[in-house]
C-alpha cells in the first residue's frame, strides 16, 4: 500500500476513538449478564468490516454518493480476454496510447457475472481518496479490462455524459491504474491514469465511479 492510502491520528482523535473502543468493550461485558443491547453477532460482522476498510455510512457519503442503489445493475460472464488498448470496436473516438506505453495491454482470467455500484462524486478528490472511501483493499475495487468494456457496451446510460469522465480501477501486474471513459460527439474516448496520480478531481462536474458491489 502506497503511502497515498495512509492517514495521520490527531491526538484528539486518538482520545476519541480510544473512548469509542472502550464504550463498545463495556457494552460487550455487560453480555455475561445477559445485559448487553446488541447482538454480539452483529458487532463482530461490524468490527470485521471496520478491520477491513469498508466503512458504510461514513467516508462514502464525504466524497462519493451511490446513485445505482434502485438498479441492479451487472457486468457479464467474460473470459478476459479483451483489452483497452484493442478495443477500437468500443472506443471509438480515442484510446490513449499509454495503455500500450505503460504495459498494460495485457489478457486477465475470466470472471462470472458481477454487480456493480455507480457512485457519483460530492467532493473533490483524488484517486486515493475516492475508491479508499469505499474500501482500503483496493483489489475489491478493481474490475478487468474485459469488465470495463463489457460495462460501457452493456450500459451506456450510466456512464457521465456531457464530456465528464466515469473512473474503473484496473490493475496489472500488480500495479494500479485508473480507466477515464468519456461520452464524446464521435463515440467513447477512453485515457488511462497511475492510480498514485495526486490530481484533485473538481466535484462540480460530479464524474462518477463504477466499482464491484461489496457483500454487505
Not at 468519456?182 to 477512453?190: F, M, P
Request: with cysteine; proline share 2%; net charge negative.
Amino acid at each position: 500500500m502506497s503511502d497515498n492510502n495512509k492517514f495521520s491520528v490527531a491526538a484528539d482523535q486518538y482520545i476519541s476513538l480510544d473512548g469509542q473502543i472502550t464504550n463498545i468493550k463495556n457494552k460487550i461485558r455487560l453480555g455475561f449478564t445477559n445485559r448487553c443491547p446488541y447482538d454480539p453477532e452483529l458487532i463482530a460482522k461490524a468490527l470485521q468490516d471496520i478491520v477491513e476498510g469498508r466503512f458504510h455510512n461514513t467516508a462514502v457519503n464525504k466524497i462519493l454518493r451511490l446513485i445505482s442503489s434502485e438498479e441492479h445493475l451487472t457486468i457479464n460472464a467474460v473470459d478476459g480476454k479483451q483489452t483497452i488498448a484493442k478495443a477500437k470496436d468500443v472506443f471509438k473516438s480515442y484510446i490513449d496510447d499509454d495503455f500500450k506505453n505503460w504495459g498494460t495491454d495485457e489478457k486477465s482470467s475470466a470472471t462470472e457475472e458481477t454487480a456493480v455500484n455507480v457512485y457519483e462524486m460530492i467532493s473533490d478528490a483524488n484517486f486515493s481518496q475516492m475508491f479508499n472511501s469505499l474500501s482500503t483493499d483496493l483489489d475489491k475495487m478493481c474490475l478487468t479490462q474485459s469488465q470495463i468494456i463489457n460495462f460501457c457496451v452493456k450500459h451506456p446510460s450510466w456512464l457521465r455524459q456531457n464530456g465528464n469522465a466515469t473512473f474503473f480501477l484496473f490493475k496489472v501486474s500488480g500495479e494500479y491504474f485508473v480507466a477515464r471513459v468519456r461520452v464524446g460527439l464521435d463515440g467513447l474516448d477512453v485515457y488511462v491514469s497511475r492510480f498514485e496520480d495526486d490530481r484533485v478531481w473538481g466535484s462540480l462536474s460530479a464524474h462518477r465511479i463504477v466499482t464491484p458491489q461489496l457483500a454487505s
